[in-house]
Nanobody, 126 residues
Framework: QVQLVESGGGLVQAGGSLRVSCAASGRTFSNYAMGWFRQAPGKEREFVAAITGNGRNTYIAASVKGRFTISRDNVKNVVVLQMNSLNVEDTAVYYC???????????????????WGQGTQVTVSS
């Protein structure tokens, strides 16, 4: 089992940047692929980004490609989502997730992840 705690959310103006982090505790962090999802009011949870356990492969949603990057530090047990050129449509609660499933199958689906953090609010003002 792994416990996930997000931090770094907040309020930012459109065009600005924000960095959200997820600290993991529990079993060997590098055994888990990690992902970021977001959910805006009245909308379904959607995939944002994911990274494999060894950090070699990343997956980025088309809606944020070129603006968001995902990275991880397997020594500090942290995964980071760097968000640049934010716009109001990026406003949502951002969730960190972990999965034990090897490979990329299902890595862009919320159902493909086993553990979730409590979420951190990101609000982008116009």
């Amino acid at each position: 089992q792994v416990q996930l705690v997000e931090s770094g959310g907040g309020l930012v103006q459109a065009g600005g940047s924000l960095r959200v982090s997820c600290a993991a505790s529990g079993r060997t962090f590098s055994n888990y692929a990690m992902g970021w999802f977001r959910q805006a009011p009245g909308k379904e949870r959607e995939f944002v980004a994911a990274i494999t356990g060894n950090g070699r492969n990343t997956y980025i949603a088309a809606s944020v490609k070129g603006r968001f990057t995902i990275s991880r530090d397997n020594v500090k047990n942290v995964v980071v989502l760097q968000m640049n050129s934010l716009n109001v449509e990026d406003t949502a609660v951002y969730y960190c997730a972990a999965r034990t499933t090897a490979g990329a199958t299902g890595i862009t689906r919320a159902g493909g992840f086993d553990y979730w953090g409590q979420g951190t609010q990101v609000t982008v003002s116009s």
